[in-house]
């Protein structure tokens, strides 16, 4: 049996807004050093790349996140954990438009099947 599954918010991080960006993700992402949160910021920003905001949370947490994001960040994706925003969709990687998510596997969304982490 598998675990309920978690997930990874990510977020795509306009230019000049680098300080207010250190300091939500740094809050979010307790675990990484100061130097980490400022790299992932600015590889994001000077690469446009998505910046890996929070780590497998549960799907509370997603929502919460969602009402509270910034209004200086730019577009919010959320992927089960693991994932990444960019990859393309096929058979074992799709987008569940109910509640904008992008997961993997073939078996549907796993919030419309309840297989998660609250
Ligand atoms: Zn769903």
Redesign the pocket.
């Known amino acids: 049996m598998e675990d309920p599954i978690c997930f990874d918010i990510w977020v795509k991080i306009e230019r000049g807004h680098t300080a207010e960006a250190v300091a939500w993700v740094a809050d979010l992402r307790p675990l990484l050093s100061a130097l980490e949160v400022r790299k992932l910021i600015n590889d994001a920003t000077m690469r446009g790349e998505w910046a890996l905001v929070a780590q497998s949370v549960g799907w509370s947490r997603v929502s919460e996140l969602r009402a509270t994001k910034p209004a200086w960040s730019g577009e919010m994706r959320v992927c089960q954990e693991m994932y990444r925003p960019d990859a393309p969709l096929g058979p074992f990687y799709n987008y569940?438009k109910?509640?904008q998510?992008y997961f993997g596997g073939c078996l549907?969304?796993?919030?419309?099947s309840g297989f998660v982490v609250r």
């Not at 549907?108 to 419309?112: A, E, F, L, N, S």
């Open positions: 569940c109910r509640h998510l549907g969304c796993h919030v419309c």
